[in-house]
């Protein structure tokens, strides 16, 4: 099942980011509650990397995040979209 659009400006969801969501329940459950802010951080979180390699690693550790019950990325200076939705 793919993550549900939410009621506020979310950025494009990319596919292997909703890919690793839909494999575990709980997390995409989380996703789900998460609001459209937190949203657009992680997924900026995770296309900022500007490697294939760190995409990959960002969105593991998004995913291990989000299981530990983190609503939004930590210790990260925030999306640049902010505002600009």
Request: hydrophobic share 40%; charged share 25%; with cysteine.
């Amino acid at each position: 099942m793919a993550p549900k659009p939410s009621a506020g400006t979310v950025h494009k969801l990319p596919a292997d980011l909703s890919k690793a969501l839909t494999l575990t329940p709980s997390v995409l459950a989380l996703w789900e509650d998460i609001t459209p802010l937190a949203r657009n951080e992680w997924i900026c979180w995770v296309i900022s990397g500007k490697k294939a390699e760190t995409r990959s690693i960002r969105i593991k550790k998004a995913i291990s995040k989000l299981k530990g019950g983190m609503r939004r990325p930590c210790c990260w200076a925030g999306c640049g979209h902010r505002g600009k939705d």
